[in-house]
């Protein structure tokens, strides 16, 4: 499997997906113009990794801002991990928010609530 490696810009996430680590970051703001189209190659990516998952997964999301179409890109992100670790596989889904964004807290919280998999919230403190 080939890494990921996507430059962030004004208006997408950096993207950083290391096979052989088994680590997924995602980092930034994700308002991009068709939302589908730049999360597509991560849920493809994703379903090929699932075949031969690292024992361990750990993702870290650290999003300053998301729009309404990004979150259910994301959501499809998630639930591809969500297979990963039915399949009795560890997966762990680091959520950073600064210390004041309780939007961004709260977005997080949302998604533990719906994904079965293990969540650690973290604040970033400046």
């Given at each position: 499997?080939?890494?990921?490696?996507?430059?962030?810009?004004?208006?997408?996430?950096?993207?950083?997906?290391?096979?052989?680590?088994?680590?997924?970051?995602?980092?930034?703001?994700?308002?991009?113009?068709?939302?589908?189209?730049?999360?597509?190659?991560?849920?493809?990516?994703?379903?090929?990794?699932?075949?031969?998952?690292?024992?361990?997964?750990?993702?870290?999301?650290?999003?300053?801002?998301?729009?309404?179409?990004?979150?259910?890109?994301?959501?499809?992100?998630?639930?591809?991990?969500?297979?990963i670790h039915?399949?009795?596989?560890?997966?762990?889904?680091?959520?950073?928010?600064?210390?004041?964004?309780?939007?961004?807290?709260?977005?997080?919280?949302?998604?533990?609530?719906?994904?079965?998999?293990?969540?650690?919230?973290?604040?970033?403190?400046?």
């Amino acid at each position: 499997m080939e890494p990921i490696l996507i430059e962030g810009t004004p208006k997408t996430p950096s993207v950083k997906y290391d096979p052989e680590k088994g680590v997924i970051e995602i980092k930034g703001r994700s308002i991009p113009e068709n939302s589908i189209e730049f999360y597509k190659p991560l849920v493809d990516w994703l379903d090929d990794y699932s075949k031969s998952p690292k024992q361990k997964t750990l993702v870290n999301v650290q999003l300053e801002y998301f729009n309404t179409s990004s979150s259910k890109c994301i959501l499809d992100v998630f639930k591809k991990l969500e297979t990963i670790h039915k399949s009795n596989h560890d997966v762990q889904i680091n959520w950073y928010y600064e210390e004041d964004d309780e939007d961004m807290l709260e977005a997080g919280e949302d998604y533990e609530s719906i994904i079965r998999v293990p969540f650690k919230m973290i604040e970033i403190v400046d």
